[in-house]
């Protein structure tokens, strides 16, 4: 456990821990490149979303909040169907499935998820869009 006021310390290894006060625990996830986060720092969520300012097409997001039904609105045609991905606070994939596109829009019922904030990825063979969605009841 490292104990300090909040920070980044790097090992031997290279491998990045960031900390902040009262966090014993560590939480995240790995994928390829190792990334493992505290509590409730998310900051790499950020850096994914922002990636999003690289592709031409842009994507709407709504309503957000949702209560059981969230829809994705696109500027342009990216295909047919898309692939959602949907990760809790904690990384772990909780829904996942293909969706199909009508008209630059398809939606996704999330009824049956619990109130929280997530993670989502969309994705085809030329699309790939990040963002966070919160669940209301």
């Known amino acids: ?23 014993q625990s560590v939480t995240g996830t790995s994928s390829g490149t190792l990334i493992i986060q505290q509590g409730f720092q998310q ?3 950020n850096k994914i979303i922002s990636s999003n ?16 039904i969230v ?3 696109f500027s342009g045609s990216i295909g047919d ?5 949907i990760y809790d606070v904690l990384g772990r994939q909780v829904f996942t499935d293909t969706l199909s596109i009508n008209e630059n829009n398809t939606s996704v019922n999330l009824s049956q998820l619990p109130s ?3 993670f989502v990825k969309l994705s085809n063979n030329t ?7 919160i669940k209301n009841d």
């Open 116 to 118: 929280a904030e997530y």
């Open 127 to 133: 699309f790939i869009y990040h963002t966070k969605i």
């Open 43 to 45: 900051s790499n969520w």
């Open 81 to 85: 169907t898309v692939f959602i991905i």
């Open 71 to 73: 829809k994705f609105k």
């Open 53 to 68: 300012n690289s592709v031409a097409i842009t994507t709407t997001t709504y309503p957000n909040p949702f209560r059981d």
């Open 1 to 23: 456990m490292l104990s300090s006021q909040g920070g980044n310390n790097t090992s031997t290894s290279g491998l990045i821990v960031k900390h902040t006060v009262g966090q």
